[in-house]
Structures are given as structure tokens and as C-alpha cells.
């Protein structure tokens, strides 16, 4: 694992420490709060690294809470799956899982002491007519005909909302603040909205369902978090979660603190866009390996460590950014580089044959795992008379640049001997079908003894032992860095994204286990697909290749 020991620091651990320094908490508790509506998107992933972090760090504790207040939207399939991501991040809650909708008794309780308190009335303007009274930034909002209702009128209004009596869009509560606030938030912002759905958690047990600011506010206090840390873009909405906890008899008072999202170029981030990608099919799913959910992430190859480094190195602040892909890239990079172990494949094959080499032999050779690492020690690799090299590593007559195989010359075969091509076989339509080639079997883990000079290096497979699997090539998945500012993302979707391609493993790679990551020798970061892979029939996703070839210079 390349993550370093040492701690991040950042301004939201800065508050913490003095927390802690000036006695006005004695113990950190965070929570992680994902709405079940979409799979895990490496935003999150930050968010997860920040909370959990912070709580394994501190000795203190984070909890899962899924924040369910929108049956309609919500699945259980993206319960499980969110709780599957967090496991395999590394991360681990502090006992059972939370649900918002564990508080729905609570919640209707905390809005029926606002009514009491006159501080929230029942509303039956038009959800147009709603808007149309809350004004804009620039001119201040009207008061509803509705707004001065007793409090006994509310209380039996609200009551009858409960019991289905009111349709949906025909009555909401609202709370009572001020509809000429500067914050658009605080003007009588809607608590508790109509709504016949079944939810995922709680049946058909309310017709009610309240919203995310009263909610959440009221879920860290009872679950006593001690920093509620959410993104900026609910910076404002910090008014009205104060407001909720100071008008409400409850003692705890949590303190939000928000952090800019992660953004990253090529992608999207939000489970609305993925989840469109993902129903009109122009992706395989949402764990695509192109996706950047934490799923497909996985399944491109991506380890947890690789992404717990990435979180950390991009760090937490309160600026709006971009990282570019090459970021991320990096982080998986540098753990398989350190970790994977190393194995040949050839992705498009053509045939070699050493004519001076036994028939039917097959010679058994040992090769490193791992160039540096003795301790990852040696596999078998059978050598035969016939084997694939990449039709790219060929050509007939090429200058000194080209230090792979070309007729007349010879080249090191990676782990085993030299050889050299002595004529080639085509098609009709001059393609090269096989490459006749000797080899000199004095040069096995040595170089010639006249002193020839061999510099180039390819990867081979033996065509008799090498198993054939199905190569997925990733790449991108749109063409511009920030899709999200397209009007139609569809448009700009990347159509090489995806390449297959028919190669030829070496056989050791037969019993690889699913998601098991290995550098492919020259071509890159491979990993066993964990949804289709099968002994029968191997496939193998490229995660990242040897180099970045994102990197703006020459693009
Ligand atoms: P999306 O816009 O993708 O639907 P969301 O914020 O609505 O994201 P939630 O399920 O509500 O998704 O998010 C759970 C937590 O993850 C929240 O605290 C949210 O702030 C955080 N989060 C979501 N997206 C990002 C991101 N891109 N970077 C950092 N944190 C994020
Ligand atoms: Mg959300």
C-alpha cells in the first residue's frame, strides 16, 4: 500500500483539534449521510475518506445514515450497494445503520411543537404559487393568505395531512421565518410535503414525508454528531439547520461545516447524470468500468488504497476545483507498479515460428514476479516452438529507433531468448499472417557470447499453452472535460471508450482471481473482470496504462 501513515491536515481537523483543545467536545462523531437513490460516485468516496477518516483518527465514531426522505427515488438495491462501497473502502460504522426514516415519529413531533410554538402553518397555495410569492434574490417575497392560521387550525390541518385527507400538491407545512430574508432558505421554506409512496423502509405507514433540511439537522442531533460536514452548495441551508435546532426542545446542537465537491475532468458527478447514462443504456450498468462510481472503479481495477490515496492527496478545502484524470490515474498507477505482479499477454497476436527450435518441446521457464521484488517470487512460463507476439512489435525493415522485431535483426524475447526474424508469410492483401524466426540457444538469461549487442525487449506468449481472453480496452468516457456543461452530455460521449480485443495469456494467469491486478508486460494495468470473467472464458479490463498519456503536453 503506497497511502503514507502520517495524518492530513485540513481546516475542518484545524476546528477539530481546537474542539477538542478548548473542551467543547470530548469526542468527534461524524456521520456519512447518502441518499439511496444511485451507486456510490468517487465524490463520495471523498466525503467517506473525510468523515470516517476523521472519526478512525480521533478514536471517535461515523455513522452510515441513509438519508430516505424520497421514497419515490430511493431502492433498497442502492442500500446494499452503498453499504457494500463503504465496506470495501475500508471503512466500517459505528453499529447498526441509520435511516432518517427511523425518525419519522420523532420528526412529526419536533413540526407539531413548531405549529405549537406558531412557528410552522400548513400551506394550500399551488407548489406555482409558492414560488411565485418567494420572490427572487433581488426582490423580496410575499407572505401566503395561509400563513396566519391558528395554531389549533394548523394543528388539525397538519393531522389531516397525516391521515391522507389532502391530495398531493394541495397542502405542505412550512415553517414561519421570513419571507423577505436574503436567504432564500429561510423564506418559510417547506418542512413536510404530501406524498402516497411506499418507502423502502417504512411501508405505507406515512403519506407525509418531511424534507432534507428539516431532516438532517434534526438526525445529527439525535444521533449527537459532533460535525456535521456536508458540500458547499449547502452553505446557505446552515441557516435553516440552526434555526430547526434553536426553535426545537433538543440538546444537542451540532455545527455544519461544508468543503468543496470533488470534481473531475472527463466525468460526471452526480447520481442524476450517472443514473441517466445507466437507464438509457449508453453505458454496461453502474459498475461500467468507464463509471466513476466506486463500483466501476473497482471493477476497472481501481484498489481502496488507490482511491484512500487519492482522497487524501487532493486534499479538503472550501475552493472549487477540477482534478484532472491523470490524478487518479496516478494513484492506481503507483500501487500496481509497487504491488501487481507482473505476467505477458499479447493483445493482438501474430504468429512466430522458431523453426530451429524442437517440435512438441515445451520448455519450462522461470520468471520474476515482480522485477524488484524478490520476495513476490517466480511463476512457469512454458516457451514452444510456436508463439504470438503483438503484431505491432514487427516490421519488415524499420530504422534504429524501432528496437522490437524486424526482418534480418534480432530481438530479446522478455524472460527467455533471443531470436531473429528470418522471413514472414502474408496475405493476399500483404498483410503479415506469420513471422519465421530462429533462435540462439545460448542466450537464455545471458547475451550472446560474440558480444552482439540485443537491446530491444518484447512480450511473447507460447501459442499451445496460452489461453485466449477477451481484452477490454477502457478509455474516457466523453470527449470534452466538462460534459456537464453540455446541454446534452449524450452528445459528447466518447465512441472509442470501449475496444475488445481477442489476446492470448500466459498460462499462469488461468487461476487468477476476480479483480486480481497485474502489469501486463508493455501494455499496462490489467484486471480479471469481476462480473464476467469465467475459467472458460478470461477477461481482462485494462485499468490504466504504464504511462499517462493524459498529460496536456503533446494531447
Ligand atoms: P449527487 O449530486 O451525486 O446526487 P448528493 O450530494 O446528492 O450527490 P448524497 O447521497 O446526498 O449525494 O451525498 C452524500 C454525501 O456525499 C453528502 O454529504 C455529500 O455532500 C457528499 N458528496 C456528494 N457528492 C460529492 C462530491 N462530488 N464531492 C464530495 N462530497 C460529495
Ligand atoms: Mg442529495
Not at 121 to 138: C, Q
Not at 192 to 206: I, L
Not at 292 to 300: A, D, F, I, K, W
Not at 413 to 424: D, E, M, N, P, Q
Request: charge should be negative; proline fraction near 4%.
Amino acid at each position: 500500500m503506497s497511502e503514507s501513515e502520517t495524518r492530513p491536515s485540513n481546516f475542518i481537523r484545524q476546528i477539530i483539534d481546537k474542539d477538542l483543545a478548548d473542551g467543547k467536545h470530548s469526542s468527534v462523531q461524524t456521520r456519512f449521510p447518502p441518499e439511496p437513490n444511485g451507486y456510490l460516485h468517487i465524490g463520495h468516496a471523498k466525503s467517506i475518506c473525510l468523515n470516517f477518516g476523521i472519526a478512525q483518527d480521533y478514536k471517535g465514531s461515523c455513522n452510515l445514515r441513509f438519508d430516505d426522505t424520497n421514497p419515490e427515488k430511493e431502492d433498497i438495491e442502492y442500500v446494499d450497494s452503498i453499504k457494500s462501497d463503504v465496506k470495501w473502502l475500508g471503512f466500517d460504522w459505528a453499529g447498526e445503520i441509520r435511516y432518517s426514516s427511523n425518525y419519522f415519529d420523532q420528526l412529526h413531533g419536533f413540526a407539531v411543537e413548531l405549529i405549537s410554538k406558531g412557528l410552522a402553518y400548513v400551506e394550500e397555495l399551488s407548489a406555482d404559487d409558492i414560488r411565485a410569492y418567494r420572490g427572487t434574490l433581488n426582490e423580496v417575497g410575499k407572505n401566503s393568505p395561509y400563513r396566519d392560521r391558528s395554531v389549533e387550525e394548523n394543528l388539525a390541518l397538519f393531522e389531516k395531512m397525516r391521515n391522507g385527507e389532502f391530495k398531493e400538491g394541495t397542502a405542505c407545512l412550512r415553517a414561519k421565518i421570513d419571507m423577505s430574508s436574503s436567504f432564500m432558505v429561510l423564506r418559510d421554506p417547506v418542512l413536510y410535503r404530501v406524498r402516497f409512496a411506499t418507502h423502502h423502509q417504512t411501508g405505507d405507514k406515512w403519506c407525509i414525508y418531511p424534507m432534507y433540511d428539516f431532516t438532517h439537522c434534526i438526525s445529527d442531533a439525535l444521533e449527537g454528531i459532533t460535525h456535521s460536514i456536508c458540500t458547499l452548495e449547502f452553505q446557505d441551508n446552515r441557516r435553516l439547520y440552526d434555526w430547526v435546532l434553536e426553535n426545537i426542545t433538543i440538546d444537542c446542537q451540532p455545527h455544519q461545516y461544508e468543503f468543496s465537491r470533488l470534481n473531475l475532468e472527463y466525468t460526471l458527478m452526480s447520481k442524476r447524470k450517472l443514473s441517466q447514462l445507466v437507464t438509457e443504456n449508453l453505458v454496461n450498468g453502474w459498475d461500467d468500468p468507464r463509471m466513476p462510481t466506486v463500483s466501476g472503479l473497482r471493477r476497472r481495477g481501481f484498489t481502496s488504497a488507490s482511491i484512500r490515496e487519492f482522497c487524501k492527496r487532493i486534499g479538503v478545502t472550501k475552493q472549487e476545483n477540477t482534478i484532472e484524470m491523470g490524478s487518479l490515474e496516478s494513484c492506481i498507477r503507483d500501487d500496481l507498479n509497487e504491488n501487481a505482479p507482473r505476467a505477458m499477454a499479447v493483445l493482438d497476436p501474430i504468429k512466430v515460428i522458431i523453426e530451429n527450435f524442437e517440435q512438441d518441446k515445451v520448455e519450462t521457464l522461470n520468471i520474476k514476479n515482480h522485477p524488484n521484488k524478490p520476495e513476490m517470487g517466480e511463476r512457469e512460463v512454458p516457451f514452444t516452438r510456436e508463439i504470438y507476439i503483438e503484431r505491432e512489435d514487427f516490421r519488415e525493415e524499420a530504422n534504429k529507433k524501432f528496437k522490437r522485431l524486424v526482418l534480418d535483426k534480432e530481438v530479446r524475447l522478455r524472460g527467455s531468448y533471443v531470436i531473429k526474424a528470418v522471413r514472414a508469410d502474408k496475405d493476399e492483401a500483404g498483410n503479415v499472417t506469420t513471422i519465421y524466426c530462429t533462435y540462439d540457444p545460448q542466450t537464455l538469461g545471458k547475451n550472446p557470447e560474440d558480444g552482439r549487442k540485443v537491446k530491444g525487449v518484447i512480450h511473447w506468449v507460447s501459442a499451445v499453452k496460452g489461453i485466449p481472453a477477451e481484452i477490454r480496452l477502457y478509455d474516457r468516457l466523453f470527449t470534452v472535460p466538462n460534459p456537464s456543461a453540455e446541454e446534452d452530455f449524450s452528445a459528447v460521449l466518447n465512441p472509442e471508450s470501449l475496444k475488445v480485443l481477442n489476446g492470448i495469456v500466459e498460462p499462469s494467469l488461468q487461476s487468477a482471481q476476480a479483480e486480481a491486478g497485474f502489469q501486463f508486460e508493455r501494455t499496462g494495468y490489467f484486471c480479471v473482470d469481476n462480473k464476467d470473467s469465467t475459467p472458460n472464458t478470461l477477461v481482462f479490463n485494462r485499468t490504466v496504462g504504464l504511462r499517462d498519456t493524459w498529460a496536456k503536453i503533446g494531447d
